[in-house]
């Protein structure tokens, strides 16, 4: 079961989690309050939705979480401060999404009911099959938030452990 640290508002998280419900997944949220309790959890992933405000000694911490982890999922349109203040040593598959050209996934456009996106690059899964450069569409829950960074990485999540097909 993959360990995914999410760092985001609170009600992003919870609809990321409730997108996720019936799937094998376990989704913690890292902010300034647990980053000390985190510190020797390895996790799968990490998202970035937001920036996260550390004092000194917790930006130590963050880069030993952030230095074990498979995957390091981000929000290119966000200005992550954390990563201006640490240096990132092990070679992490990064992958970026949102409106910025130069993401990993790029959205192209925007309907009331579905995102249709671009994967510019060839992301590595950790089984070490590819998931190839390509346009998607995505399906925008109705009932949901309709947040499209919820979605995007909802999406990745699921195509990193192949449950993109899945009802």
Known sequence: MPLIGIIAKKKDIQAIKNKLLFENYEII????????????????????????????????????????????????????????????VKPIKLI??????????????IKEEKIMI??????????????ETQEKEIEIDKKGDKKIYNELTVF??????NLQNKP
């Open 118 to 131: 671009c994967l510019q690059r060839n992301i590595e899964k950790s089984n070490y099959e590819i998931i």
């Open 29 to 88: 949220e890292i902010n300034e309050q647990s980053i000390r309790n985190l510190k020797n959890i390895q996790f799968d992933e990490i998202v970035f939705l937001k920036d996260i405000n550390l004092q000194e000694e917790e930006y130590i911490f963050m880069k030993n979480i952030i230095s074990k982890v498979q995957y390091l999922i981000m929000n290119a349109d966000v200005d992550i401060e954390i990563f201006h203040k640490i240096e990132i």
């Open 96 to 109: 970026t999404f949102g409106f910025n050209s130069k993401a990993t996934i790029t959205i192209s456009s």
């Open 156 to 161: 990745i999540i699921k195509e990193l452990h």
